[in-house]
């Protein structure tokens, strides 16, 4: 199969692409940088120009290939709704192209838009009618019944390994390095789902090749870890303090992520696992932290 695929050479497609090459596709990935080109063709792809503010590339792109494996994202939490509507019209537009196709479209979303479940862990089944990114999650589902396989893979949040340099794993042990305490909110009951890169990169490959038409799909191993215990992790392997925070203190800890720290996400991928039979197989994320490759990193 000849794969489109965007942000190729971010953290997931750095493990994504290699993945597919394995099963015998051809990737071509989008790349905005020379960099990000290099590292593409170095990788054995095939190299796309372009950004996903460029939907005439991302058209190109998608009719020219027989699949398309959306992951890029603008993180820029300065602008989020500016971020959120730029991947909105980039999904549009890949699907697009696809229409009437039959061709797979795996588009990404994460497992905070379902937060708001209360009582037992999130599932596959959980949706909301709009919102940042539920749009484009929505848009993306309902192209099954225009003639593409689609399917979106919500993340956990924190999808770590040592191929992960920007995520928010990262993020919160930088928050604890800078402020001299490893924190959490409250009493740091609320739990965190997580997956492994390379778990992520197979769901992917999965997703493209068998995930029915129409699918949310869940991208879970840890199905929800007490943020207190990530902290402790952290403090343990930074030799700092662990204490719980409240009011004013998150948003100074915490930066941009504050308004996501204390929510509570645990998710499931029960459903995820019987679709596409796909299991896990990848360190956990505690035991991933304690394996202090997080930590090596943060010191070069």
Same mark, same amino acid.
């Given at each position: ?13 750095? =493990? ?5 090459? @394995? ?18 063709? =170095?990788?054995?792809?095939?190299? @796309? ?8 590339? +991302?058209?190109?792109? =998608? ?70 990114? #539920? ?69 992917? %490959? ?10 949310? +799909? ?9 943020? %207190?215990?990530?902290?402790?992790? #952290? ?16 948003? *100074? ?19 995820? @696992? ?10 956990? +994320?505690?035991?991933?932290? *304690?394996?202090?490759?997080?930590? =090596?990193?943060?010191?070069?």
């Amino acid at each position: 199969m000849r794969v489109f695929v965007t942000g190729a050479s971010g953290h997931i497609g750095s =493990a994504l692409v290699p993945e597919l090459l @394995q099963a015998g596709h051809q990737v071509t990935g989008l790349a905005r940088s020379d960099q990000s080109a290099a590292a593409l063709k =170095a990788a054995g792809a095939e190299v @796309q120009r372009g950004a996903l503010d460029d939907l005439d590339s +991302l058209r190109a792109g =998608a009719a020219a290939s027989d699949g398309v494996i959306h992951l890029a994202f603008n993180h820029d939490f300065s602008d989020f709704l500016g971020s959120v509507e730029t991947d909105r019209l980039a999904v549009e537009a890949m699907g697009e192209a696809l229409v009437g196709s039959g061709k797979p479209f795996v588009g990404t979303s994460g497992t905070l838009m379902v937060a708001f479940v209360e009582g037992r862990p999130a599932t596959e089944e959980d949706t909301l009618p709009a919102g940042p990114r #539920i749009d484009s999650e929505n848009y993306a589902i309902a192209l099954a019944e225009r003639g593409v396989r689609s399917s979106v893979i919500r993340l956990a949040p924190l999808v770590h390994s040592n191929l992960d340099h920007h995520g928010f794993t990262g993020h919160i042990i930088d928050c604890a390095r800078k402020a001299g305490v490893s924190a959490y909110i409250g009493d740091g009951a609320n739990r965190w789902p997580a997956l492994h890169t390379l778990d992520a990169a197979r769901l992917y %490959r999965l997703a493209l090749e068998s995930a029915p038409a129409g699918s949310r +799909l869940h991208g879970v191993a840890d199905e929800g870890v007490p943020f %207190r215990d990530i902290a402790e992790v #952290i403090g343990r392997q930074l030799d700092l303090p662990v204490k719980g925070i409240s009011g004013d203190q998150v948003s *100074e800890h915490f930066g941009f992520l504050a308004p996501f720290a204390g929510l509570d996400d645990a998710t499931s991928s029960t459903l995820t @696992q019987k679709i596409l039979d796909w299991h896990p197989e990848e360190n956990g +994320l505690l035991a991933d932290l *304690e394996d202090g490759h997080y930590f =090596a990193e943060e010191q070069h």
